[in-house]
């Protein structure tokens, strides 16, 4: 059994788009191993086979990303939003950071 811990990606959008198309096909190259979870706000049929797709009605983001958390099989959350995308070693600097017990949260770069 391994030591690393496994990621929940979540991308909480308005609607699949060529960001969107982008973001997770990124997502899936990268990290082939993790949970990817696309909220919309209607459902989507989409060109991403091993996305989890869990649309949540026109809501919040912030109501997004806690419908797809609670439904994460992963013990840590990464969020993306719909037109970032994600950088290699991405995943890997936060599992890196979350080997130390004392952190409990990581940020990005904000715009």
């Given amino acids: 059994m ?3 811990p496994t990621f929940s990606i979540i991308v ?3 609607a699949y788009n060529a960001y ?3 973001s997770l096909g ?3 190259r990268l990290y082939p191993n993790e949970e990817i979870l696309f909220s919309p706000d209607e459902a989507s049929v989409i060109p991403h ?5 869990l649309p949540a009605g026109a809501q919040r983001r912030s109501v997004e990303r806690e419908l797809c958390s609670a439904q994460a099989r ?3 959350l990464a969020f993306l939003d719909g037109e970032a995308y994600p950088r290699p070693f991405w995943l ?3 599992r890196d950071i979350f080997q130390d017990p004392s ?3 990581v940020g990005g770069p904000a715009v």
Avoid: R
């Fill in 49 to 53: 086979p091993g996305v989890t797709v």
């Fill in 2 to 4: 391994s030591n690393v």
């Fill in 20 to 22: 969107c198309a982008e």
């Fill in 74 to 76: 992963g013990p840590l």
């Fill in 26 to 28: 990124t997502c899936e």
């Fill in 103 to 105: 952190f409990c949260a």
């Fill in 92 to 94: 890997e600097s936060a």
């Fill in 12 to 14: 909480p959008v308005k």
